[in-house]
């Protein structure tokens, strides 16, 4: 006797939906990857001091030029449109951190609690004017957002030859990151460490 064959079996139909175990070790070894390297940019003052820095560079020329822009008068000493530059200070002045402006000062983002030794964030500046490169250490912006530099009797305009270079330096690995400004005014990252 020939049985039929048998298609079809009254078994239970197999769940299919939801991960494999394959795939949820697979995501979660993934995930330990990512948290492993970005966590590794954060952990160290090296690296993350002088890009910590440079954002917060930029930030603060960005502020004094928008207060510069929303000020109606041309004093820029009594309207906070100045920034005062060493070469390990960078922000206003303590008349205008008094008047809400305390976060337009470079804080030292190379503290790193887990170190005996603090790192120090070295800046250096390179500003031209229409004749030749000056030393500046006061940098203004006028009312249309142009850098300047006070000068006694006629302010003058900065960065008109050449965009001008604030270089952050994190002195123990040599790392450098550079803000640019051009002549009308624009601040931005630069890519390259030496020029804008």
């Not at 197999?14 to 390297?37: M, P």
């Not at 303590?94 to 804080?107: D, E, F, H, I, R």
Request: proline share 3%.
């Amino acid at each position: 006797m020939i049985y039929p064959r048998v298609t079809h079996l009254n078994n239970p139909p197999v769940k299919t939906n939801g991960f494999t175990i394959i795939e949820l070790i697979v995501v979660i070894i993934l995930l330990a990857i990512i948290a492993l390297y970005t966590s590794s940019k954060y952990m160290g003052a090296s690296h993350f001091s002088s890009a910590a820095a440079q954002e917060q560079v930029v930030s603060i020329l960005r502020q004094v030029q928008i207060t510069a822009m929303q000020s109606n008068t041309s004093d820029s000493s009594a309207s906070c449109r100045s920034i005062l530059m060493t070469s390990d200070q960078f922000g206003v002045t303590a008349s205008c951190q008094s008047k809400g402006m305390v976060s337009a000062t470079l804080l030292d983002y190379s503290k790193d609690m887990n170190q005996q030794q603090l790192e120090l964030i070295q800046l250096s500046y390179a500003f031209s004017s229409a004749s030749a490169a000056i030393s500046v250490s006061e940098l203004s912006f006028d009312l249309l957002g142009r850098p300047t530099m006070v000068a006694s009797p006629v302010d003058t305009r900065l960065c008109t030859t050449t965009d001008c270079r604030i270089t952050i330096t994190t002195p123990s690995t040599g790392e450098s990151r550079s803000i640019c400004i051009n002549s009308e005014g624009f601040i931005y990252r630069s890519t390259h460490s030496v020029e804008c």
